[in-house]
């Protein structure tokens, strides 16, 4: 069955970085874009950033861009999320997701979720 | 940055009674707008998505309606598992989520 896993999550200082990962299984990974959505402790859902299914282009959120960085090695059917400059507002848990749509430079929705991994940024 | 709002935030529904959540947005999304359910302590779920399709495995209680800036979630008659915040999602620019409304046992 279609699978996502997230693994990475910490706690981190304030100005650190951490590298989140996600493995899917279950689908043709290379086929698919990706997501990555993140909750703040009782709070909403969040999109952060996504990635074309060739990893060729690459969206983000207002609030991470120019500190976090989407990839995907489609090799290893694996997707990450390179979190650098770290603040406290950036705490939450962090889940992938799977886009529905094939071979599209651009998003949709989400039909697919990881369970998430948790990030903490505390000193 | 297109805005999403959801009402109420909170409803308050007897097991078997109907539900009606509201979400709106600040622009026309047309029709691509998609609806997830999340209980505590789990990852969302895809519920609805081009505002009136559901996805797969979802039960035919659960119905969405509206286009451009007006969209409902209908529940016809709510189970016991039900009982959970349920957000909306616009992906025709970017991709914003509502604040979400808890639906809860009255």
């Known amino acids: 069955q279609v699978q996502l896993v997230e693994s990475g999550g910490g706690v981190v200082q304030p100005g650190g970085s951490l590298r989140l990962s996600c493995a899917a299984s279950?689908?043709?990974?290379?086929?698919?874009?990706m997501h990555w959505v993140r909750q703040a402790p009782g709070k909403g859902l969040e999109w952060v950033a996504f990635i074309r299914y060739d990893g060729s282009n690459k969206y983000y959120a207002d609030s991470v861009k120019g500190r976090f960085t989407i990839s995907r090695d489609n090799s290893k059917n694996t997707l990450y999320l390179q979190m650098n400059s770290l603040r406290a507002e950036d705490t939450a848990v962090y889940y992938c997701a799977k886009d529905p749509k094939q071979w599209l430079d651009r998003g949709y929705y989400m039909d697919v979720w990881g369970k998430g991994t948790t990030v903490t940024v505390s000193s | 940055e297109i805005v999403m709002t959801q009402s109420p935030a909170t409803l308050s529904v007897s097991p078997g009674e109907r539900a009606t959540l509201s979400c709106r947005a600040s622009q026309s999304v047309s029709s691509n707008l998609a609806w997830y359910q999340q209980k505590p302590g789990q990852a969302p779920r895809l519920l609805i998505y081009g505002a009136s399709t559901r996805a797969t495995g979802i039960p035919a209680r659960f119905s969405g309606s509206g286009s451009g800036t007006e969209f409902t979630l209908t529940i016809s008659s709510l189970q016991s598992e039900d009982f959970a915040v349920y957000y909306c999602q616009q992906y025709n620019n970017w991709f914003t989520f509502g604040p979400g409304t808890k639906v809860d046992i009255k």
């Open positions: 279950g689908f043709t990974f290379s086929s698919y874009g």
